[in-house]
Nanobody, 121 residues
Framework: QVQLVESGGDLVQPGESLRLSCVASGSILSVDFAAWVRQTPGKQREIVASITSGGITYHADSVKGRFTISMDNAKNTISLQMNNLRPEDTAVYYC???????????????WGQGTQVTVSS
């Protein structure tokens, strides 16, 4: 069974750091594209950062200079390093990815279950 599994969410104080990980498990050959998307109750989902298999990245203005997305192609793992966290970063963070299976089938727009990040003093 193909799935995205996130981890790393926690309760931290402002200014602290967290590292989120998303592992694409199952018969996965590669991750073509991945993004971290966050959701806060009452607000629209926000694309925080994205990365292509070739390493081209995007970071939202709200996190630029504080968050860094990366991908380990060998391990099919997408990470989000979050530094200098702020209360407004509090949200459920979801991993979203376009996957290719070992059978060369494309599985677009796959979502993980989400991981809670809470920034509070």
């Amino acid at each position: 069974q193909v799935q995205l599994v996130e981890s790393g969410g926690d309760l931290v104080q402002p200014g602290e750091s967290l590292r989120l990980s998303c592992v694409a498990s199952g018969s996965i050959l590669s991750v073509d594209f991945a993004a971290w998307v966050r959701q806060t109750p009452g607000k629209q989902r926000e694309i925080v950062a994205s990365i292509t298999s070739g390493g081209i990245t995007y970071h939202a203005d709200s996190v630029k200079g504080r968050f860094t997305i990366s991908m380990d192609n060998a391990k099919n793992t997408i990470s989000l390093q979050m530094n200098n966290l702020r209360p407004e970063d509090t949200a459920v963070y979801y991993c979203n990815a376009n996957l290719v299976t070992e059978q060369r089938a494309r599985l677009p727009n796959q979502w993980g279950q989400g991981t809670q990040v809470t920034v509070s003093s």
